[in-house]
């Protein structure tokens, strides 16, 4: 009895779901569409009864994606937007921020260079905000160098607010290795 009760259970979140997302209007199968899910609302291109191609999601966060999609996955070219301003510019693959993208964050900090799965990877320059400087880094301002996980390791260098190098050489675990600054 106890067995037959979860399975109806089952069966009746199962068909609310299917209350909650429904296409309103278009081919939300092969074709142009809008499709109303429980947390947002998607427009634009499906193959398959899957989000492919050029579309627009905008979650009930405020949050907001306009770019491509493959088999469901936000994968390719798109930009995303938070609630609180930031703003990404970029690629994407299997629903994370990776590849080369811009990441400008509303407190005036931007980041340019290579991601993987939403983390700072490979080579990319973070530029502050105002009254801010980069983590590890006391008055620098730029950081150009390589990353690995969202922190600074391997050849780098850090300038100030007017352009001039502090700090030229390696990182590990987000901090210069050697004695910092080294450069007047």
């Known amino acids: 009895m106890r067995k037959i009760f979860?399975?109806?259970?089952?069966?009746?979140?199962?068909?609310?779901?299917?209350?909650?997302?429904?296409?309103?209007?278009?081919?939300?199968?092969?074709?142009?569409?809008?499709?109303l899910?429980?947390?947002?609302?998607y427009e634009g291109y499906f193959a398959g009864g899957l989000k492919n191609g050029q579309g627009t999601f905008s979650w009930t966060s405020g949050d907001k994606y306009v770019g491509e999609w493959v088999n469901g996955w936000?994968?390719?070219?798109?930009?995303?937007?938070?609630?609180?301003?930031?703003?990404?510019?970029?690629?994407?693959?299997?629903?994370?921020?990776?590849?080369?993208?811009?990441?400008?964050?509303?407190?005036?900090?931007k980041y340019e260079g290579n991601w993987l799965e939403g983390n700072y990877n490979g080579y990319g320059t973070l530029s502050t905000g105002t009254d801010r400087w980069?983590?590890?880094?006391?008055?620098?301002?730029v950081y150009r160098g390589n990353w690995v996980a969202g922190m600074k390791s391997g050849f780098g260098k850090c300038y100030d607010k007017n352009g001039y190098l502090?700090?030229?050489?390696?990182?590990?675990n987000d901090k210069p290795t050697?004695?910092?600054p080294n450069r007047f």
């Open 6 to 35: 979860s399975i109806v259970v089952l069966l009746m979140s199962l068909s609310t779901t299917k209350l909650n997302a429904q296409c309103t209007s278009g081919d939300c199968q092969n074709g142009y569409g809008i499709y």
């Open 37 to 41: 899910y429980e947390g947002g609302r």
């Open 74 to 109: 936000r994968t390719g070219y798109g930009v995303y937007y938070w609630p609180n301003g930031d703003e990404y510019d970029g690629y994407f693959k299997e629903n994370k921020i990776t590849g080369y993208g811009t990441k400008y964050f509303a407190n005036g900090t």
């Open 134 to 141: 980069v983590n590890n880094c006391k008055d620098c301002k």
């Open 166 to 172: 502090l700090y030229e050489g390696d990182f590990w």
């Open 178 to 180: 050697g004695s910092y």
